[in-house]
């Protein structure tokens, strides 16, 4: 065991300051940095726990949106009626993730920050740029059948796993943090996390120790919502392609629509120019083409181009 020292913080500016500290890392439910503490991949010298902060509510914003703490458990979140009345895509996603026990534990905030499930990242001794940079992505020629077939690049075909981070895609959420200074800032869900690239160990756009303090849903709008999610199996298992959606009509004709891809890119693939496509001229195949543009497989990831294409169409005629 690698020995590290704790701390339970006391205030979200507090948490920050403790969290910029070299070897220092937060620490909520636990349900993914305690796995990889196990593994040794995660060797944080210091831990800040954060679950006692005040973040556990969920609010009404002036704007008629609302404001869901960083501390809000999966599982509460899920089951708000707010949440299952207005932003039913945002509940189904939840409810499709990890099991009832996790759902309970996991966070708001720790749920956008968990980290990939690829195989090789999971395996100490393999080379993995994400784990150890400049070691090489051994998912390229190796099992890859559920990494990325949009996003990627030569350095990392590492997916996003969460469920819940397709669901704020499409609904235009906000990430709102504060930093070791006391100064607070809000990121666009969109511009949240980072795509590989040269430095795939970056995954997100937080500066150290910035810390989520809530997510930021806007005004409820109209139409349809739905989550579909294709997995090997029924519950506990991670996407191979999931779709939210939001659509409306009027007059038999769609007027809106917004959806996003999970399971296939390293963040929630979304693409503005798909959703003007079918708005266009209705025809999801040409939305489809839009959404999938570049979209590349590495041999065992092949299959999700397709899948992708046809768990859109059934998730967009459901909607």
């Known amino acids: 065991m690698i020995p590290f020292s704790y701390e339970r913080a006391t205030d979200p500016a507090a948490a920050a300051r403790a969290a910029a500290q070299p070897g220092a890392r937060l620490i909520a439910g636990g349900t993914n940095l305690l796995d990889l503490m196990k593994l040794q991949i995660e060797k944080p010298l210091h831990l800040v726990d954060i679950s006692r902060l005040p973040l556990q509510h969920i609010e009404a914003t002036p704007e008629g949106g609302l404001r869901i703490g960083a501390m809000v458990r999966n599982s509460d979140l899920a089951a708000d009626l707010r949440i299952r009345r207005d932003y039913a895509v945002l509940s189904r996603a939840l409810l499709a993730g990890a099991s009832g026990q996790l759902r309970n534990m996991a966070t708001t905030g720790g749920n956008l920050l968990q980290r990939t499930r690829c195989n090789y990242f999971y395996t100490p001794g393999l080379p993995c740029n994400k784990r150890e940079p400049g070691t090489g992505c051994a998912a390229m020629q190796g ?42 800032r809000v990121i666009p869900i969109a511009d949240f996390h980072r795509l590989p690239g040269n430095t795939p160990q970056q995954e997100h756009n937080l500066a150290a120790g910035e810390l989520i303090t809530a997510v930021v849903l806007p005004p409820p709008v109209k139409g349809v919502q739905v989550y579909r999610k294709v997995r090997d199996r029924a519950s506990y298992a991670f996407a191979l392609v999931s779709v939210a959606a939001l659509v409306e009509r009027q007059d038999g004709r769609i007027v809106s629509a917004r959806f ?15 959703e003007q496509a079918l708005l266009a001229d209705g025809a999801i195949d040409h939305a489809a083409d839009v959404l999938l543009a570049g979209a590349r497989g590495h041999g065992g990831n092949d299959f999700k181009i397709d899948l992708a294409r046809r768990t859109l169409r059934a998730t967009l005629v459901q909607a």
């Open 143 to 184: 099992v890859n059948r559920m990494n990325a077939v949009l996003g990627g690049s030569d350095q990392c075909i590492a997916v996003h796993p969460s469920d819940m981070a397709v669901a704020m895609r499409v609904l235009d959420a906000q990430v709102e943090t504060v930093n070791a200074a006391g100064q607070r």
């Open 260 to 274: 996003a891809l999970g399971g296939v890119a390293p963040k929630p693939w979304r693409v503005t120019a798909a």
